[in-house]
């Protein structure tokens, strides 16, 4: 039995490890992946949607994508959009959900901006943070509150972390630090204020947070500026945190940005890469693409750095 099992795990993990980039079935491009598993058993890639040879981020909605094998994928669609919300009209970046009491809150960045290509010092940028509902984790969703969680600082990239007495906490960039809050029960607002969280000293650039669980550490991991993926652990999800170093090297000198889950006892890594697109684009040569890796822990709970699988 252990032999087939042993087979049975090799030929499962090949087959993931072929597939890089996942294929969803579908032709768009998909950045930001945040993986869940939800008590149906499926595990839920909620994603970015990077338009065809975009430039400049310029994103408009978020797509979900769930399997129950890791090799078969399917294409929920697009399960919001920034043409949804009074508040926001650019930047669908990279997105999260979380689940309580029946509900799944869509947590997502969004903004307003523009680009003067000719005086770049008159470009604006404004970025918050908004969470819609709804009662299937493939919605659609609707915006909850009509309104960024908060105006000021300038945030984006969310994750929302559950501990196990149901408490969420919403860890996003603000403004140029890596922050924390913790929410209320209703998942649509904060308690107290927003915290500026301790990461020993050094400040990367701030995108892409990911918190989880496992024998009651808490891990903080990270695309260190913007690229390399790093990870910090503490004894509580607030920290302080300590620093232990690269889980993935960057590639192409271009982002990352990742999510880490345990799916039917494996812990995954899902993350993004930069393709090779030959001709397609006019202006670019690579765009992105999630994909995924095993990802294994050490006796005393520190990560084995993974190694991209080959593109
Ligand atoms: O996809 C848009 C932005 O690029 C994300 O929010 C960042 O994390 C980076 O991946």
Known sequence: LKTLLTICITITTMAVFAQNPLDFGSNIRT??????????????IYASHDIECQEDFW?????????????????????LSVDDLSWADNFAWAPDCAYKNGKYYFCFPAGTGFKDRVNPKNSTKWMGIG?????????????????????????NDPCIFVDDDGTGYIYFNGGGDYMVAVLNDDFL?????????????????????????????????????????????????????????V??????????????????????????RWIDTGDACPN?????????EYLYFNEDGTIQPVKRTAE
């Open 189 to 245: 607002s904060v308690k107290g204020e927003l915290k500026t969280m301790d990461m020993g000293g050094y400040k990367p650039k701030r995108e892409g947070p990911w918190v989880f669980k496992r024998n009651n550490l808490y891990y903080y991991t990270m695309p260190e500026d913007n690229r390399v993926l790093t990870y910090y652990t503490s004894n509580t999800p607030l920290g302080p945190w300590k620093y232990h170093g």
């Open 247 to 272: 889980i993935m090297e960057d590639e192409h000198e271009s982002n990352n940005h990742h999510s880490i889950v345990e799916y039917n006892g494996q812990w995954l890594l899902f993350y993004h």
């Open 131 to 155: 969470i819609a509902v709804s009662n299937s984790p493939t919605g659609p969703f609707k915006d909850a509150i009509g309104a960024p969680l908060w105006r000021e600082p300038y945030a």
């Open 31 to 44: 950045a930001d992946p945040s993986a869940h598993v939800w008590n149906d058993g499926r595990l839920y």
């Open 284 to 292: 670019r040569k690579r765009q992105r693409e999630i994909c995924a």
């Open 59 to 79: 994103m408009k909605d978020w797509h979900i994508f769930s399997t129950d094998d890791l090799i078969h994928w399917t294409d929920h669609g697009p399960c």
